[in-house]
């Protein structure tokens, strides 16, 4: 039973434009949420989190939506760029981090 | 600067073999963490620590086993290899679970023939 899920596998976006990807998740009790960018044979990266008590979070390019009524959260990038091309896990905290199975982001030139 | 260390980057091993994977980190954090990554199926809790000597079931813990003596090492254990383990092992710790992030090892790449 996914706890926490990316329901979109890749996603394909042109360079300079929005990137939105997509998480929801099934705990209420998740009191913490973060985005982790991935590059092939390397280990994840902390990319940016927010807590459950806020709606928004923004740091650069990146801003993270929580709608907690929905139990969804979003991460968007923008202006998207090449090197933005990753693959990016949704996680919820608790007692123990859970990840989705991750969204593969490609950036068009 | 933060870092977490595993021992390999690349492993091949027969299946049978019982299978050490190790990890280091620097931070003294309290939480330790080992995940596999398989395509289609993101990450994958195995195990985690939340201190020295103590140990925690994640989602999939069946044919693997965890030791934790010291607060800055967490291994894993495959006690005898099996084709479907083939997969990338990552390692992470935190200073605590539910408001701090997760930093990662560089993954080892398993593959058992």
């Known amino acids: 039973d996914q706890q926490v899920k990316q329901n979109s596998p890749s996603l394909s976006v042109q360079e300079g434009r929005i990137s939105i990807l997509n998480c929801d998740y099934t705990n209420s009790m998740f009191d913490y949420f973060l985005w982790y960018k991935k590059y092939p044979a390397e280990g994840p990266t902390f990319l940016i989190s927010i807590s459950s008590i806020k709606d928004k979070n923004e740091d650069g390019r990146f801003t993270v939506f929580l709608n907690k009524s929905a139990k969804h959260l979003s991460l968007h990038i923008v202006p998207s760029q090449p090197g933005d091309s990753a693959v990016y896990f949704c996680?919820?905290?608790?007692?123990?981090?859970?990840f989705g199975k991750g969204t593969r982001l490609h950036i068009l030139p | 600067d933060v870092k977490v260390t595993q021992s390999s980057r690349y492993l091949v091993k027969r299946t049978g073999e019982k299978v050490f994977l190790e990890c280091v980190q620097d931070?003294?954090?309290?939480?330790m963490f080992w995940y596999r990554q398989d395509p289609g199926l993101g990450l994958r809790l195995i195990y985690f620590s939340y201190d020295v000597k103590m140990k925690e079931k994640g989602d999939i813990p069946e044919g693997y086993s965890v030791s934790r003596e010291k607060k800055e090492r967490f291994s894993l254990i495959l006690e005898s290899a099996s084709t479907n383990q083939t997969s990338m092992y990552l390692c992470?710790?935190?200073?605590?679970?539910?408001?701090?992030?997760?930093?990662f090892g560089q993954g080892t790449r398993l593959t058992v023939v």
């Open positions: 996680a919820a905290s608790g007692d123990k981090i859970i």
């Open positions: 992470a710790s935190s200073v605590f679970t539910g408001i701090a992030e997760a930093f």
């Open positions: 931070m003294d954090h309290e939480n």
